[in-house]
Protein backbone atom coordinates (compact mmCIF):
# COMPACT_ATOMS: atom_id res chain seq x y z
CA UNK A 1 0.00 0.00 0.00
CA UNK A 2 1.58 3.35 -1.16
CA UNK A 3 2.00 5.35 1.82
CA UNK A 4 0.18 8.94 1.50
CA UNK A 5 0.12 10.39 4.89
CA UNK A 6 1.51 10.52 8.42
CA UNK A 7 -1.07 7.80 9.30
CA UNK A 8 -0.34 4.34 7.64
CA UNK A 9 -3.84 3.86 7.19
CA UNK A 10 -3.89 6.26 3.98
CA UNK A 11 -7.64 6.88 3.12
CA UNK A 12 -6.85 6.43 -0.96
CA UNK A 13 -9.70 6.39 -2.68
CA UNK A 14 -13.74 6.19 -1.82
CA UNK A 15 -15.31 2.69 -4.23
CA UNK A 16 -18.98 1.94 -5.12
CA UNK A 17 -19.98 -1.54 -5.57
CA UNK A 18 -22.15 -2.12 -8.57
CA UNK A 19 -23.47 -5.08 -10.58
CA UNK A 20 -20.20 -5.31 -12.84
CA UNK A 21 -17.88 -4.47 -9.86
CA UNK A 22 -16.25 -1.83 -7.82
CA UNK A 23 -16.05 1.75 -9.33
CA UNK A 24 -14.27 4.16 -7.71
CA UNK A 25 -16.76 7.29 -6.77
CA UNK A 26 -15.93 10.71 -8.77
CA UNK A 27 -15.89 13.43 -6.78
CA UNK A 28 -19.41 15.87 -7.49
CA UNK A 29 -18.28 19.38 -8.57
CA UNK A 30 -20.65 22.43 -7.49
CA UNK A 31 -19.85 24.83 -9.81
CA UNK A 32 -17.81 24.42 -12.92
CA UNK A 33 -13.74 26.17 -11.24
CA UNK A 34 -15.55 26.77 -7.79
CA UNK A 35 -14.97 23.49 -5.87
CA UNK A 36 -15.50 19.71 -5.28
CA UNK A 37 -16.86 18.37 -2.49
CA UNK A 38 -15.59 14.62 -1.69
CA UNK A 39 -18.28 12.19 -1.45
CA UNK A 40 -17.03 10.98 2.23
CA UNK A 41 -17.71 14.57 3.49
CA UNK A 42 -14.29 15.37 3.61
CA UNK A 43 -12.33 18.42 3.40
CA UNK A 44 -12.59 20.35 -0.33
CA UNK A 45 -10.09 20.96 -2.92
CA UNK A 46 -10.50 24.42 -4.55
CA UNK A 47 -8.95 25.77 -7.96
CA UNK A 48 -7.97 28.98 -8.38
CA UNK A 49 -7.50 31.15 -11.32
CA UNK A 50 -3.96 29.51 -12.32
CA UNK A 51 -5.50 26.11 -11.89
CA UNK A 52 -3.27 25.65 -8.95
CA UNK A 53 -4.73 23.58 -5.83
CA UNK A 54 -5.26 25.01 -2.13
CA UNK A 55 -5.22 22.13 0.41
CA UNK A 56 -6.48 22.76 3.70
CA UNK A 57 -4.49 23.27 6.23
CA UNK A 58 -3.68 19.32 7.99
CA UNK A 59 -2.83 18.27 3.76
CA UNK A 60 -0.88 21.44 3.50
CA UNK A 61 1.46 20.15 6.33
CA UNK A 62 1.53 16.68 4.79
CA UNK A 63 2.36 18.47 1.25
CA UNK A 64 4.84 20.99 2.54
CA UNK A 65 6.72 18.03 4.72
CA UNK A 66 6.65 15.58 2.12
CA UNK A 67 8.25 18.01 -0.59
CA UNK A 68 10.99 18.54 2.26
CA UNK A 69 11.20 14.60 2.79
CA UNK A 70 11.90 14.71 -1.47
CA UNK A 71 14.37 18.19 -1.44
CA UNK A 72 16.55 15.85 1.04
CA UNK A 73 16.47 12.80 -0.85
CA UNK A 74 17.69 14.72 -4.26
CA UNK A 75 20.35 16.78 -2.71
CA UNK A 76 22.96 14.53 -3.29
CA UNK A 77 25.10 17.07 -1.28
CA UNK A 78 23.17 16.64 1.28
CA UNK A 79 24.95 15.25 4.54
CA UNK A 80 23.20 13.01 7.56
CA UNK A 81 23.74 14.23 10.28
CA UNK A 82 22.94 13.79 13.70
CA UNK A 83 23.00 15.23 17.66
CA UNK A 84 24.76 12.20 18.95
CA UNK A 85 28.61 11.46 17.78
CA UNK A 86 28.53 8.16 18.89
CA UNK A 87 26.79 4.68 18.30
CA UNK A 88 26.08 1.53 20.22
CA UNK A 89 27.94 -1.56 19.20
CA UNK A 90 26.41 -4.89 19.64
CA UNK A 91 28.14 -7.67 19.91
CA UNK A 92 25.20 -10.45 19.61
CA UNK A 93 24.44 -11.35 16.13
CA UNK A 94 20.78 -11.46 16.26
CA UNK A 95 17.92 -10.67 13.54
CA UNK A 96 16.91 -7.47 15.33
CA UNK A 97 20.63 -5.85 16.41
CA UNK A 98 22.21 -6.77 12.98
CA UNK A 99 19.89 -4.48 10.84
CA UNK A 100 20.32 -1.57 13.33
CA UNK A 101 23.94 -1.95 14.16
CA UNK A 102 26.18 -2.38 10.78
CA UNK A 103 29.09 -0.41 9.27
CA UNK A 104 27.03 1.86 7.32
CA UNK A 105 25.23 3.01 10.04
CA UNK A 106 28.28 3.49 11.92
CA UNK A 107 29.62 5.39 9.25
CA UNK A 108 26.54 7.86 8.92
CA UNK A 109 26.05 8.26 12.63
CA UNK A 110 29.83 8.86 13.25
CA UNK A 111 30.93 12.79 12.66
CA UNK A 112 33.66 12.23 9.63
CA UNK A 113 33.72 15.26 8.16
CA UNK A 114 34.21 17.36 11.13
CA UNK A 115 37.26 14.91 11.77
CA UNK A 116 38.34 15.42 8.28
CA UNK A 117 39.13 18.79 9.31
CA UNK A 118 41.22 17.94 12.53
CA UNK A 119 44.91 17.44 11.72
CA UNK A 120 45.09 14.81 14.24
CA UNK A 121 41.93 12.54 13.23
CA UNK A 122 42.43 13.48 8.90
CA UNK A 123 45.03 10.46 8.51
CA UNK A 124 42.68 8.28 10.33
CA UNK A 125 40.00 8.60 8.65
CA UNK A 126 41.99 8.50 5.61
CA UNK A 127 43.07 4.96 6.45
CA UNK A 128 39.35 3.52 7.66
CA UNK A 129 37.94 5.13 4.20
CA UNK A 130 40.57 3.14 2.41
CA UNK A 131 39.92 -0.31 4.09
CA UNK A 132 36.00 0.24 3.54
CA UNK A 133 37.31 0.95 -0.29
CA UNK A 134 39.19 -2.31 -0.48
CA UNK A 135 36.53 -5.06 1.23
CA UNK A 136 33.62 -3.20 3.07
CA UNK A 137 32.40 -0.98 0.06
CA UNK A 138 29.39 -3.09 -1.09
CA UNK A 139 28.16 -3.28 2.53
CA UNK A 140 27.03 0.22 2.60
CA UNK A 141 23.64 1.19 2.29
CA UNK A 142 22.40 4.08 0.37
CA UNK A 143 22.60 6.71 2.71
CA UNK A 144 26.10 5.65 3.51
CA UNK A 145 27.59 5.96 0.53
CA UNK A 146 26.62 8.81 -0.35
CA UNK A 147 28.15 10.15 3.39
CA UNK A 148 31.12 8.01 2.25
CA UNK A 149 31.92 10.21 -0.93
CA UNK A 150 31.28 13.70 0.44
CA UNK A 151 33.30 12.72 3.07
CA UNK A 152 35.64 11.71 0.28
CA UNK A 153 35.42 14.91 -1.76
CA UNK A 154 36.02 17.23 1.23
CA UNK A 155 39.33 15.34 1.68
CA UNK A 156 40.30 15.87 -1.89
CA UNK A 157 39.46 19.27 -1.80
CA UNK A 158 41.25 19.77 1.52
CA UNK A 159 44.57 18.52 -0.13
CA UNK A 160 44.15 20.30 -3.61
CA UNK A 161 44.18 23.63 -0.92
CA UNK A 162 46.54 22.89 1.67
CA UNK A 163 48.95 21.08 -0.53
CA UNK A 164 49.43 18.32 2.64
CA UNK A 165 49.28 14.30 2.44
CA UNK A 166 48.78 14.01 -0.95
CA UNK A 167 50.04 10.35 -0.92
CA UNK A 168 47.66 9.29 1.28
CA UNK A 169 44.79 10.29 -0.97
CA UNK A 170 46.73 9.18 -3.84
CA UNK A 171 46.64 5.63 -1.92
CA UNK A 172 43.14 5.61 -1.23
CA UNK A 173 41.60 6.65 -4.89
CA UNK A 174 44.11 3.79 -6.19
CA UNK A 175 42.46 1.80 -4.21
CA UNK A 176 38.99 2.59 -4.37
CA UNK A 177 39.36 2.69 -8.28
CA UNK A 178 40.28 -0.76 -8.16
CA UNK A 179 37.75 -2.08 -6.29
CA UNK A 180 35.15 -0.14 -8.64
CA UNK A 181 36.62 -1.16 -11.93
CA UNK A 182 36.36 -4.71 -10.58
CA UNK A 183 32.80 -4.81 -9.35
CA UNK A 184 31.57 -2.80 -12.37
CA UNK A 185 33.05 -5.22 -15.08
CA UNK A 186 31.23 -7.72 -12.98
CA UNK A 187 28.08 -6.18 -12.17
CA UNK A 188 26.13 -9.63 -12.76
CA UNK A 189 27.88 -10.62 -9.81
CA UNK A 190 28.50 -7.61 -7.90
CA UNK A 191 26.02 -6.46 -4.92
CA UNK A 192 26.86 -2.65 -5.53
CA UNK A 193 23.64 -0.82 -3.45
CA UNK A 194 22.04 1.61 -6.16
CA UNK A 195 22.13 2.55 -9.71
CA UNK A 196 24.95 1.11 -11.73
CA UNK A 197 25.11 4.16 -13.92
CA UNK A 198 25.82 5.97 -10.59
CA UNK A 199 28.43 4.17 -9.79
CA UNK A 200 30.04 4.63 -13.29
CA UNK A 201 29.46 8.25 -12.45
CA UNK A 202 31.22 7.48 -9.11
CA UNK A 203 33.84 5.86 -11.07
CA UNK A 204 34.50 9.05 -13.94
CA UNK A 205 34.55 11.60 -10.30
CA UNK A 206 37.37 9.66 -8.68
CA UNK A 207 39.31 9.25 -12.28
CA UNK A 208 39.44 12.75 -12.08
CA UNK A 209 40.10 13.24 -8.93
CA UNK A 210 43.52 11.33 -9.58
CA UNK A 211 43.99 13.87 -12.63
CA UNK A 212 43.83 16.79 -10.33
CA UNK A 213 46.05 15.29 -7.83
CA UNK A 214 48.65 14.22 -10.40
CA UNK A 215 48.62 17.48 -11.82
CA UNK A 216 49.30 19.19 -7.99
CA UNK A 217 51.96 21.42 -8.21
CA UNK A 218 53.70 22.83 -4.83
CA UNK A 219 53.90 26.49 -4.83
CA UNK A 220 57.39 28.09 -3.49
CA UNK A 221 57.31 30.39 -0.81
CA UNK A 222 60.89 32.61 -0.87
CA UNK A 223 60.33 34.40 2.07
CA UNK A 224 61.64 33.40 5.95
CA UNK A 225 62.86 30.15 6.68
CA UNK A 226 63.30 27.11 5.10
CA UNK A 227 65.20 23.78 5.52
CA UNK A 228 68.18 24.56 4.09
CA UNK A 229 68.67 27.42 6.37
CA UNK A 230 68.29 24.54 9.14
CA UNK A 231 71.74 22.51 10.37
CA UNK A 232 72.19 19.69 10.20
CA UNK A 233 71.37 18.04 13.80
CA UNK A 234 68.44 19.83 13.70
CA UNK A 235 67.38 18.15 9.91
CA UNK A 236 68.52 14.77 11.63
CA UNK A 237 66.02 15.20 14.20
CA UNK A 238 63.48 15.90 12.04
CA UNK A 239 63.80 12.75 9.86
CA UNK A 240 64.24 10.61 12.77
CA UNK A 241 60.96 12.06 14.09
CA UNK A 242 58.86 10.24 10.87
CA UNK A 243 57.34 6.94 11.27
CA UNK A 244 57.02 6.40 7.73
CA UNK A 245 59.87 4.96 5.80
CA UNK A 246 58.52 6.99 2.51
CA UNK A 247 58.01 10.16 4.36
CA UNK A 248 61.71 10.22 4.56
CA UNK A 249 62.59 9.44 0.96
CA UNK A 250 59.85 12.18 0.42
CA UNK A 251 61.82 14.59 2.32
CA UNK A 252 65.32 13.45 1.25
CA UNK A 253 64.11 14.47 -2.46
CA UNK A 254 64.20 18.37 -1.21
CA UNK A 255 67.74 19.18 -0.47
CA UNK A 256 71.03 18.00 -1.31
CA UNK A 257 71.89 17.51 2.70
CA UNK A 258 68.57 15.85 3.29
CA UNK A 259 69.63 13.17 0.83
CA UNK A 260 72.29 12.27 2.30
CA UNK A 261 70.55 12.22 6.02
CA UNK A 262 68.16 10.30 4.73
CA UNK A 263 70.41 7.39 3.66
CA UNK A 264 71.83 7.29 7.54
CA UNK A 265 72.04 3.15 8.32
CA UNK A 266 70.98 3.94 11.97
CA UNK A 267 67.69 5.80 11.23
CA UNK A 268 66.48 2.64 8.73
CA UNK A 269 67.38 0.44 11.48
CA UNK A 270 65.11 2.17 13.75
CA UNK A 271 62.47 2.43 11.90
CA UNK A 272 62.40 -1.50 11.33
CA UNK A 273 62.67 -1.74 15.01
CA UNK A 274 59.54 0.20 15.57
CA UNK A 275 57.64 -1.37 12.95
CA UNK A 276 58.25 -4.95 12.88
CA UNK A 277 59.21 -7.57 15.55
CA UNK A 278 63.01 -8.71 15.81
CA UNK A 279 61.94 -12.06 14.89
CA UNK A 280 60.01 -10.70 11.33
CA UNK A 281 63.56 -8.60 10.49
CA UNK A 282 66.50 -11.10 11.59
CA UNK A 283 64.41 -13.67 8.76
CA UNK A 284 64.22 -10.95 5.89
CA UNK A 285 67.99 -9.22 6.42
CA UNK A 286 69.34 -8.19 3.44
CA UNK A 287 73.41 -7.87 3.45
CA UNK A 288 75.61 -5.77 1.23
CA UNK A 289 78.92 -7.30 -0.63
CA UNK A 290 80.59 -6.75 2.26
CA UNK A 291 78.40 -7.87 4.65
CA UNK A 292 76.50 -5.10 6.14
CA UNK A 293 73.06 -4.87 7.20
CA UNK A 294 71.15 -2.56 4.38
CA UNK A 295 68.14 -0.99 7.06
CA UNK A 296 66.82 0.66 4.50
CA UNK A 297 66.19 -2.10 1.69
CA UNK A 298 65.02 -4.60 4.12
CA UNK A 299 62.53 -2.00 5.43
CA UNK A 300 60.95 -1.82 2.42
CA UNK A 301 60.92 -5.50 2.32
CA UNK A 302 59.42 -5.84 5.21
CA UNK A 303 56.79 -3.44 4.56
CA UNK A 304 55.80 -5.94 1.52
CA UNK A 305 55.40 -9.50 4.25
CA UNK A 306 54.36 -7.69 7.37
CA UNK A 307 51.91 -4.82 8.02
CA UNK A 308 53.61 -1.55 9.71
CA UNK A 309 52.54 -0.60 12.83
CA UNK A 310 49.90 2.60 12.65
CA UNK A 311 49.91 5.33 14.42
CA UNK A 312 47.64 8.47 14.71
CA UNK A 313 47.30 11.38 16.46
CA UNK A 314 43.45 10.58 17.44
CA UNK A 315 40.92 7.61 17.17
CA UNK A 316 37.74 6.52 17.99
CA UNK A 317 37.75 5.14 21.67
CA UNK A 318 35.23 2.61 22.15
CA UNK A 319 33.57 1.94 25.61
CA UNK A 320 33.82 -1.36 27.16
CA UNK A 321 31.18 -0.90 30.18
CA UNK A 322 28.33 0.55 27.62
CA UNK A 323 29.45 -0.84 24.52
CA UNK A 324 29.47 2.72 22.51
CA UNK A 325 32.13 3.64 20.22
CA UNK A 326 32.48 7.28 19.69
CA UNK A 327 35.11 10.42 19.38
CA UNK A 328 36.24 11.97 22.20
CA UNK A 329 36.65 15.42 22.70
CA UNK A 330 39.71 16.92 24.93
CA UNK A 331 38.34 20.16 25.43
CA UNK A 332 34.87 19.28 26.46
CA UNK A 333 36.53 16.85 28.91
CA UNK A 334 38.40 18.99 30.14
CA UNK A 335 35.99 21.77 30.32
CA UNK A 336 32.78 19.88 31.54
CA UNK A 337 33.94 16.91 32.44
CA UNK A 338 32.32 15.16 29.45
CA UNK A 339 33.10 11.85 28.18
CA UNK A 340 31.54 12.37 25.26
CA UNK A 341 28.90 9.12 25.16
CA UNK A 342 26.28 8.62 28.18
CA UNK A 343 28.22 6.03 30.17
CA UNK A 344 27.03 5.58 33.58
CA UNK A 345 30.69 4.50 34.85
CA UNK A 346 32.28 6.72 37.74
CA UNK A 347 35.51 6.55 35.97
CA UNK A 348 34.48 6.59 32.23
CA UNK A 349 38.24 6.97 31.17
CA UNK A 350 39.26 4.08 32.63
CA UNK A 351 36.86 1.96 30.25
CA UNK A 352 37.68 3.04 27.30
CA UNK A 353 40.22 1.18 24.74
CA UNK A 354 41.22 3.54 21.58
CA UNK A 355 40.06 1.65 18.07
CA UNK A 356 42.27 1.04 14.89
CA UNK A 357 40.83 1.48 11.88
CA UNK A 358 41.12 -1.94 11.64
CA UNK A 359 39.60 -3.18 14.59
CA UNK A 360 36.63 -0.74 13.43
CA UNK A 361 35.87 -2.89 10.58
CA UNK A 362 36.44 -5.86 12.62
CA UNK A 363 33.50 -4.70 15.06
CA UNK A 364 30.58 -5.12 12.06
CA UNK A 365 31.65 -7.98 10.99
CA UNK A 366 28.76 -11.01 11.56
Not at 296 to 316: H, I, M, N
Request: charged fraction near 25%; proline fraction near 4%.
Amino acid sequence: MPFLGQDWRSPGWSWTKTDDGWKRCEPCSEEPGRGALRPDGGPRVILNSEHEETFTDEEHGYASKKRKKDHFRNDSNTQCFYREKWIYVHKESTRERHGYCTLGEAFTRLDFSSAVQDVRRFSYVVRLLQLIAKSQLTSLSGVAQKNYFNVLDKIVQKVLEDHQNPRLIKDLLQDLSSTLGALLRGVGKSVLVGNIDVWACRLDTILAWQQQLQNLQVTQVNHGLTLSDLPLHTLSDILHRLSDGWDVVTLGQVTPALSVLSEDRRLWRKLCQYHFAEKQFCRHLILSEKGHVEWKRTYFALQKCYPAREQYGDTLHFCRRCSTLFWKDCHLALLFKDSGHPCTAADPDSCLTPVSPQHFIDLFKF
